[in-house]
């Protein structure tokens, strides 16, 4: 099955600064990349997702890569700010397979 | 109301009691799911739901029992728990099964301690 490893543990940032999660994923059918933001005593909500036929995706300051042949894919946060701050998740799936997450990323934006 | 509710938010329970978490979509999604997410560890499928059918079932102890009256509700019913099963329950919601590319919303979880 799939396996997802999600890099560095915690991340701490000035504010300003740019911030990078990377994600490696084990099965090459993947093709569903999401990412979500758990802020303290919330559920993790969706930032911003990618498909297998898209390299990157940008939304405001956040945009993701995905390197197929790698098996990665990364989050990257840019002009961070205090409200960055959250637990950040990756996860992989294939067509019509479950979502496997990444153990999480603590990001500390300081002002 | 919007989104996905879960209660209650925190519950503390005897290994001996019977308790039951809620939840509540009102996204008109015809997916729920309940996922158990404990500290250092990858969030852990549990069940899915899919159109009020059980799709799912990951190796769950007996002990979690998991009832979809209906496509808006799920309930995740718990009975002679471990201290191991303290965790934060998310409940979660999507328009299809997660894995055809339908993001999950999840709520914002019951944190259960077991004493």
């Known amino acids: 099955g799939e396996n997802v490893e999600q890099h560095p543990s915690t991340l701490s940032v000035q504010e300003g600064d740019s911030a990078v999660i990377k994600c490696t994923y084990s099965?090459?059918?993947?093709?569903?990349f999401p990412w979500y933001k758990q802020e303290l005593g919330k559920g993790p909500q969706l930032i911003i997702d990618?498909?297998?036929?898209?390299g990157e995706k940008k939304d405001q300051r956040i945009a993701v890569t995905l390197n197929k042949t790698a098996k990665h894919f990364s989050l990257h946060i840019t002009e961070t700010q205090p409200e960055d701050s959250a637990v950040y998740f990756c996860?992989?799936?294939?067509?019509?397979?479950?979502?496997?997450f990444g153990t999480g990323t603590r990001l500390l934006v300081s002002p | 109301e919007t989104g996905v509710t879960q209660t209650p938010r925190h519950l503390v329970m005897g290994m001996t009691n019977k308790k039951s978490l809620k939840c509540e979509q009102h996204?008109?999604?015809?997916?729920m799911y309940w996922y158990k997410q404990s500290a250092k560890k990858p969030l852990e499928l549990m069940f899915v739901?899919?159109?009020?059918?059980?799709?799912e079932n990951n190796s769950v102890p007996s002990r979690f029992s998991p009832e979809c009256p209906n496509s808006s509700h799920l309930f995740l019913h718990l009975h002679t728990l471990q201290p191991e099963d303290s965790a934060l329950y998310l409940c979660?919601?999507?328009?299809?099964?997660?894995?055809?590319?339908?993001?999950?919303?999840f709520g914002n979880g019951t944190r259960l301690t077991v004493t």
């Open positions: 979660a919601s999507s328009q299809e099964r997660a894995g055809r590319g339908s993001p999950l919303h």
């Open positions: 996860a992989a799936s294939a067509s019509f397979q479950k979502l496997v």
């Open positions: 990618i498909r297998s036929n898209v």
């Open positions: 739901y899919s159109l009020e059918e059980r799709v």
């Open positions: 996204l008109g999604h015809n997916a």
């Open positions: 099965d090459s059918a993947s093709n569903y």
